[in-house]
């Protein structure tokens, strides 16, 4: 990789899009800025909102003044820079085909983790952990596809391993045993887990807690509502903001 751009990811307080993201900054080595909404623009949300791209996040900042929106964008543009973006079109439809595939559980799974609460917790709950086992079986297939290694395309993570892995470990939270079923998922997650930077980052990155109550992640020792919203005491900016790759 040549010279490294300058590179700022902008979130929530969530542990959702962003994930893949750092997992594989992490992996590649490449260093990076985690900010907080409200940080990076110096307002809350609901004021910043309509000067972002489509009032979406994350974002990317490339350079301080490219802004890439669209976490499927930002994981592309990643692969690119990293040097682990497939060359044959064949392959990189097919890595892509799968990443799409996992970021269909976004939409179940992100409400029901980070912001659901009490009947509507277990009412949304309930109609993921229906659906998931179905799904689940088709990536176990496409698993058991991949002859020379453990991921979904041989012996070389992808982006779509990162996007299937972060995915998978939230459907673990909502119950912990549901993947046992598939031994090559449960291959899939430990050589995941084991890979140089992430295994590092997932052992830093905030724990959450409380999920289907009062779902908070733990920065610096006290717990922090998830969500969008602006809070103060401490600033997520001291436990989020400089996650630097341990390579870099």
Known sequence: MSKQPKLELIYFNLRALAESPQMMMHYAGVKYRYEMAWDYYGKPWSEAKP??????????????????????????????LAGFMPEDPVLAAQVDAVFEQTQELFAPLNPTVNVK????????????LSSFPGILKNFARQLELSEEGAYFFGSQPYYCDFSAYHHFSLATILQQDILNAYPSVLHFMAEVENLSGVKEYLASRPEIIDVGTAPKLIINGVAQPTGCLLYTSPSPRDGLLSRMPSSA
């Open 51 to 80: 000067e972002v791209p489509f009032g979406q996040l994350p974002v990317l900042v490339v350079n301080d003044t490219v802004h890439i929106w669209q976490s499927g964008a930002i994981v592309r543009y990643l692969a690119k």
């Open 117 to 128: 609460t009490g009947e509507e917790h277990l009412k949304f709950k309930t109609m993921f």
